[in-house]
Structures are given as structure tokens and as C-alpha cells.
């Protein structure tokens, strides 16, 4: 499968939806799209990972890096996989990625303030 990153919206908020493995030789476009995103000065964004169907260590630190960025910037990130995603769940579940990534299950599970103050409410 070719690797793609696409934006769209997630819960309300801006969004980077990857498709194919996130893997030592895709990290970094996610690592450079993210950084090109976080620019901008979201409020908060979210990284899609439905749809993608590999993850290793590489793909695993760059979500860390990333959190850890965001963080700093004072930007709120979420990172989407759902359980049914199991080539992407196990290695976050393995690692513990959850303790420094804000993973979620589902969009649901995003909270809308950030959705309501982009929107002037």
C-alpha cells in the first residue's frame, strides 16, 4: 500500500489522516506534516491512524515527539486508533505509548471545547 497523509476533520478540529505503514521510512513526512500543522497554531489537532496499517518503533517515537512538541506549543493533540486496528493498537498497547501520547479509541472520545473556541463560541 503507498503511504498518504491527507488532512480533513476529526471531532471538529484539523486532522492528519495516514494511510499505509507508519514505519522508519514514513515518520518523518508525518514528523514534517504535523510540524508544517502545529505552525499554524491549532488550537488542537488530531492524527488519524484508522486507516493505517503498520506501526513500528520509528512511527511509535515520532507520535511521542510530536506529543511532546505539541505539548510546548501549548497545542492539545490526539492521537486516533481504534481497538479494531490491531496491527496499530498492539505496538501502542505493548509500548505503553498511551502514558505519553494522548490515544484515543474513538472520535467521541475528543472533547469538543477546543472545536467550540475555534468556532468563536
Do not use: C, K, W, Y
Amino acid at each position: 500500500m503507498l503511504f498518504d497523509i491527507g488532512r480533513s476533520t476529526v471531532a471538529g478540529r484539523a486532522a492528519l489522516t495516514v494511510r499505509g505503514e507508519l514505519d522508519l521510512a514514513t515518520a518523518p513526512q508525518l514528523e514534517a506534516a504535523a510540524e508544517e500543522l502545529m505552525s499554524t497554531s491549532p488550537q488542537g489537532f488530531v492524527i488519524d491512524l484508522s486507516p493505517t496499517q503498520f506501526l513500528d518503533s520509528s512511527g511509535a517515537r515520532t507520535l511521542m515527539v510530536l506529543a511532546r512538541s505539541a505539548r510546548q506549543a501549548g497545542i492539545e493533540l490526539h492521537v486516533l486508533v481504534p481497538r479494531t486496528n490491531r496491527p496499530v493498537r498492539l505496538p501502542i498497547d505493548l509500548l505503553d505509548l498511551g502514558a505519553a501520547v494522548p490515544v484515543v479509541a474513538s472520535a467521541s472520545e475528543i472533547g469538543t471545547s477546543v472545536a467550540r473556541e475555534d468556532a468563536g463560541t
